[in-house]
């Protein structure tokens, strides 16, 4: 199996910024945006007390809508516990505040005796307590497990990993200080030395390669220099079969048989020896099983039958270099987004190459053993024996063929072959031939050439197979996902035709595609039925169980399985140790992740600090023993500062700043290093480098450094949308991010920059069918990149069109999505929805056909999991149409009065910016089309309150309450006033993000509006409504 690391993100995101939105009253519904989830931690009751929240549901859903996704531990439970009996004592308070003026201490206690709220608290006490000694526990136990560690590399990092450098780097020097590669120097005959005269035989191509990327293995990365053994060996048998035919003919012509020849013995090359020979052949019948295999080369020595076992050891020989194959695989790609993406398009000319030339090779062969077969035939027809032995053999052969042709096919159906059949196969594109190669020239017509079972029967050869396994490894370094995915789902139902090793290791490979495409779920299936099909037992072998483990803690960890992770990270650590092997840095590494996650989701900031320690400790090493592999060291640096940004959260959330402000600055050296490493390493295209450019944003957002953010932000942004690997879910998170940032920087209208992009995302999202597979998310995604365009557009009202051709299309999405949600035939693999059983089974076969099995599904023992952003889809669609109304008017409106052109005065909408009065919040199509922002607040109609009367036209309307950021709440005031002290707020007026509240008047200010809603009422400032009713 491959081993693998992964950055796993290890903090939420930021809260999303309240957006003041263009305040056009038709399209302020439609340009609403939805704050994000709150940091994924429950906060402590403490912070809660004497709110006066009006529900013990409202104070739950601001404890952390994470609740509602995630299983909740039972810490998390009694704090909610807590937090309600306390919100009912904050009722009572408000009350006794409300007649009596503050409450005193002694009132305080009161309250909490009478609901008996010290009894509760103190059961908490005990509970968090309790955490905290679980942690303790789970520390302990690592420690214990890292008594012994190595300072050397990891066990397998290395070329040939466990086994060692193969006969492909046979001309090849390492360096293992650098990680790079150089030409094995000859002594010549001169002073100096020369060149290796492996050069000489290599065509122009190989030898391109092989000089231009030396450092990353040379000769190795050249198919010519592979499965040489092999070659060699069947080159002899041939060469023995040939003499042994020459020989025969000479007996049968009256000639002396050792002096016969066949035909250009003469100007053939020196084979190998016997003594070689005979070596070879032990050493691979030995090694694939044979125990006596030293008495059987002796038993035929010469002849046929020693040509007959030369085959099959080239068989074995051949098999077992392909399955082991890695040389690709093993490629560091360091060198730069260019010239890895040169490197990759000449690995697929090899694969190409070697394609034609197998392929030809075996049809020839098939060609010449019928001709022979014929003509044996006519030979002894023409003798009187026609129905002799050599018509029986060509009857068997053929029968034969036809019975492996058929086994080939993994539907075990095949049309006839023919050139109907190379027409209809040309409708549609082989996965390998025509998709993942299709830049090869020579390689793009077998497709069509060749029928079904033909293409099948080239694939199946060992080395055509193993390498496309090793090509996997290469688009996966290199994130070409959808190549990965094409070859990966086209090659394992071949795998599972030749079953064990071969089935193993293509299930691995598909592993790694999964994660790839943020597919944890179905990545842990294929790991699962590899567990099932091991022979052997740890002890038997924990080179294989050691990677076993931890590709599986991986996947539980994408899972976000916190408790599976650690465990499965142990059981790897424990399978090394019985087997006297120390942990390496790599183990610490990955306990270090596991503990930070485990100490986030329990709120235990001591575990995760040691899991910072953890973490640094293993980037020390690895420094200094593996300093070569610059991306695995920048996904290290990337968890160091992801932690320290954990650490700063924790201290944020509960009111020390200071402290959160120095684990935010221990952050950001890390973050940046890891982002300089991946840019260094791979490119500032590649997702690991838009990864990290996101995250440095995050750490430089905290920091309140808003432009350096910004720029990070940018190319995360571009990343994001022009990779292969993204989904729905990720674009709106880094969408919303964008928005929420260029708020806060107070430039709305920058929004405009990056549109193109987001196009792009959504075009290359269909491409990939997202917009059939999670119809929900991309019609939520189509929603905010709808808003995206509207308050970008600078009030002007030219982007309603296009907004309005997004939005009709997110609410087929959803029409459609919410009829099959009413479907009972679901896929297992992949959750699809169908009317029929037959429907399903259709699909199954034409997507899923040799790929998962439904034994490794049945092993998983976590439930599916969605992540991402997600809103009810009902309520997701009445949205939508409301937008689309209250647009379609807009629309309407901008029509009649001539758009936006040049000759429009002033334009029809303004954005609001924070030192503007703000005057109307609702519809107000009375008003002039001109700016309906610029009347002097003196001209209003006021009450004897001093708020404005009826001549205002959004009074009575209906809104909702949105900041947008931390605590996602707004507390009400008793009279309209910026001050922030204590007495100026409701003592009962507490409204979370999206309640729904009625204008009622306004100040004279025009900053303030006076609310009311079903539980309370008070002044608010005007910014944190959002339209609703439009009326």
Request: glycine content about 8%; aromatic content about 6%.
């Amino acid at each position: 199996t491959t081993q693998r690391g992964s950055s796993v993100p290890l903090f939420p995101p930021p809260p999303l910024a309240t957006l003041r939105c263009p305040p056009s009253p038709l399209m302020l519904r439609a340009a609403t945006l939805r704050a994000n989830t709150p940091h994924p931690r429950v906060l402590g009751s403490h912070a809660w007390v004497g709110h006066g929240f009006t529900s013990a549901a409202t104070a739950v859903a601001m404890l952390g809508p994470a609740l509602a996704v995630r299983k909740r531990n039972y810490f998390q439970a009694r704090v909610v516990q807590l937090c309600r009996l306390r919100l009912a004592g904050g009722r009572l308070r408000a009350q006794v505040r409300r007649f009596q003026g503050p409450v005193s201490a002694a009132a305080d206690v009161e309250v909490d005796m009478e609901l008996g709220l010290g009894d509760a608290e103190a059961e908490l006490e005990k509970d968090l307590e309790a955490g905290e000694l679980e942690a303790q526990d789970r520390l302990s136990q690592t420690m214990e497990l890292l008594s012994e560690y190595s300072t050397e590399k990891h066990p397998g990092h290395q070329p040939g990993r466990f086994g060692g450098p193969g006969p492909e780097y046979d001309g090849m020097e390492y360096d293992p200080k650098t990680g790079r590669y150089r030409m094995a120097e000859v002594a010549g005959p001169g002073d100096g030395a020369e060149q290796s005269t492996a050069l000489a035989t290599l065509s122009e191509a190989d030898r391109y390669l092989v000089t231009r990327f030396e450092h990353e293995g040379g000769l190795a990365l050249a198919l010519s220099n592979a499965f040489r053994m092999p070659d060699r060996l069947r080159g002899e048998a041939k060469k023995i079969i040939r003499r042994f035919d020459a020989e025969r003919r000479a007996t049968e012509e009256g000639r002396d048989p050792a002096e016969a020849r066949y035909e250009g013995e003469d100007e053939e090359a020196p084979g190998m020896s016997e003594e070689e020979i005979d070596a070879a052949l032990i050493d691979i019948l030995e090694t694939a099983g044979l125990r006596e295999a030293e008495n059987l080369i002796r038993a035929c020595s010469k002849g046929v039958e020693k040509a007959l076992v030369m085959f099959q050891a080239a068989d074995y020989a051949e098999e077992r270099e392909a399955v082991m194959r890695n040389v690709w695989s093993d490629t560091e790609f360091n060198s730069g987004e260019e010239d890895n993406a040169e490197l990759v398009t000449r690995l697929e000319m090899q694969f190409a190459n070697q394609l034609v030339t197998t392929t030809e090779a075996r049809l020839a062969a098939e060609a010449a053993a019928k001709r022979a077969a014929a003509a044996t035939a006519e030979e002894e027809a023409a003798a009187g024996t026609a129905g002799g032995a050599a018509a029986e053999t060509a009857a068997v052969e053929e029968e034969r063929a036809e019975g492996e042709e058929e086994l080939w096919q993994p539907e075990g159906q095949w049309q006839e072959k023919g050139q109907a059949e190379a027409e209809e196969r040309s409708k549609g594109d082989d996965a390998i031939f025509s998709v993942a190669l299709r830049d090869c020239k020579n390689v793009g017509d077998l497709a069509l050439k060749l029928s079904a079972g033909e293409l099948d029967a080239t694939l199946l050869e060992p080395r055509n197979l193993g390498v496309a396994l090793d090509l996997v490894g290469v688009y996966l370094k290199n994130y070409e996902i959808d190549k990965a995915d094409l070859v990966i789902t086209r090659i394992v139902p071949l795998c599972r035709i030749r079953g064990g090793t071969w089935l193993c290791k293509g299930l691995d490979k598909l592993s790694a595609v999964r994660m790839k495409q943020f597919r944890a779920y179905d990545a842990l299936a294929a790991m699962k039925e590899i567990e099932q099909l091991v022979p052997f037992k740890p002890p038997e072998g924990w080179e294989f169980h050691d990677i076993l483990f931890r590709n599986q803690a991986w996947c539980y960890s994408s899972l976000d399985e916190a408790e599976k992770t650690l465990e499965y990270t142990r059981k790897s650590m424990e399978v090394k140790k019985a087997s006297g092997i120390p942990a390496s840095w790599f183990d610490i590494w990955d306990l270090g992740k596991a503990h930070a996650r485990l100490g986030q989701k329990t709120d235990q900031v001591k575990e995760m600090k040691v899991a910072y320690d953890l973490i640094l400790k293993s980037g020390e090493i690895h420094r200094e023993c593996e300093s070569h592999d610059r991306v695995m060291l920048a996904k290290i640096c990337a968890n160091v500062g992801e932690v320290a940004i954990g650490v700063g959260d924790f201290y944020h959330q509960n009111g020390n700043e200071d402290e959160a402000h120095f684990w935010y600055e221990k952050a950001e050296p890390s973050l940046r290093e890891a982002y300089d490493l991946h840019v260094g390493a791979l490119g500032p295209m590649k997702p690991l480098a838009g990864w990290a450019a996101g995250t440095v944003a995050h750490c430089l957002t905290r920091l309140e450094k808003y432009e350096e953010a910004r720029d990070f932000l940018s190319m995360a942004w571009k990343v994001e949308c022009t990779k292969d690997s993204t989904t729905p879910g990720s674009v709106i998170e880094l969408l919303d991010r964008v928005v929420a940032l260029q708020q806060q920087l107070d430039d709305l209208p920058g929004v405009s920059r990056y549109l193109d992009d987001m196009d792009m995302a959504i075009q290359g999202l269909k491409a990939r069918n997202w917009d059939r597979k999670d119809r929900a998310v991309f019609a939520l995604l189509l929603q905010r990149a709808s808003t995206a365009r509207l308050i970008s557009d600078n009030g002007t009202g030219d982007a309603i069109p296009r907004v309005l051709q997004d939005l009709r299309e997110a609410e087929s999405h959803l029409v459609i999505h919410l009829g099959h949600e009413a479907r009972s035939h679901r896929c297992q693999f992949c959750g699809s929805a169908y009317e029929s059983e037959d429907d399903l089974e259709a699909h199954k076969e034409r997507r899923h056909a040799g790929v998962l099995s439904a034994e490794g599904l049945e092993a998983v023992d976590v439930e599916r999991k969605q992540f991402g952003p997600r809103e009810d889809p009902e309520e997701l669609l009445k949205s939508i149409r409301t937008s689309l109304r209250l647009l379609s008017i807009t629309e309407s409106v901008l029509r009649q009065g001539g758009g936006s052109g040049e000759g429009d005065q002033e334009p029809r909408f303004e954005e609001l910016r924070p030192e503007e009065d703000v005057q109307d919040l609702g519809t107000a199509s009375s008003r002039s089309s001109a700016s309906r922002w610029g009347a002097d607040p003196e001209e209003w109609e006021t009450d004897d309150d001093g708020g404005a009367g009826e001549g205002f036209g959004a009074l009575g309307a209906a809104f909702e309450l949105r900041r947008g950021m931390e605590p996602f709440c707004t507390r009400l005031r008793v009279e309209p006033t910026s001050s922030r002290e204590e007495h100026v707020f409701m003592p009962d007026g507490v409204l979370h993000d999206g309640e729904r509240v009625t204008l009622e008047r306004l100040d004279s200010s025009g900053q303030f509006g006076h609310v009311s809603c079903r539980t309370c009422q008070g002044w608010v400032q005007l910014k944190y409504l959002i339209g609703f009713s439009g009326s």
